[in-house]
């Protein structure tokens, strides 16, 4: 059973930066992946990198914004967003699996989600 906890949320203003964390229990190296819920919608692909971190791949909307990265040592995700919109306002979850996918049912471990609120 891997935990996952997610940190770094809060509120910032439009064109501000947040970090957020992701702290995983055990040593396997999984794939780690966020995504992203807004109120009234469905929970979406943000970013996901692999379990060597050597390869990622970002939603089309978070492109040249965010930067997810990872220390193995640390058993930790990063997730860099910088240039906030409002519409990256979301309850974000970090995510684990056997693979590195877009879609949720490829993680099979979920953190209990850190709320990012962007005001314009």
């Known amino acids: 059973q891997v935990q996952l906890v997610e940190s770094g949320g809060g509120l910032v203003q439009a064109g501000g930066s947040l970090r957020l964390s992701c702290a995983a229990s055990g040593r396997a190296r999984y794939a780690m992946a966020w995504f992203r819920q807004a109120p009234g919608k469905e929970r979406e692909f943000v970013v996901y990198i692999s379990g060597s971190g050597g390869t990622t791949d970002y939603a089309d909307s978070v492109k040249g914004r965010f930067t997810i990265s990872r220390d193995n040592a640390k058993n930790t995700v990063y997730l860099q967003m910088n240039s906030l919109k409002p519409e990256d306002a979301a309850v974000y979850y970090c995510?684990?699996?056997?693979?590195?996918?877009?879609?949720?049912?490829?993680?099979?471990?979920w953190g209990q989600g850190t709320q990012v609120t962007v005001s314009s």
């Open positions: 995510a684990a699996g056997s693979q590195a996918a877009w879609n949720l049912p490829k993680y099979s471990y």
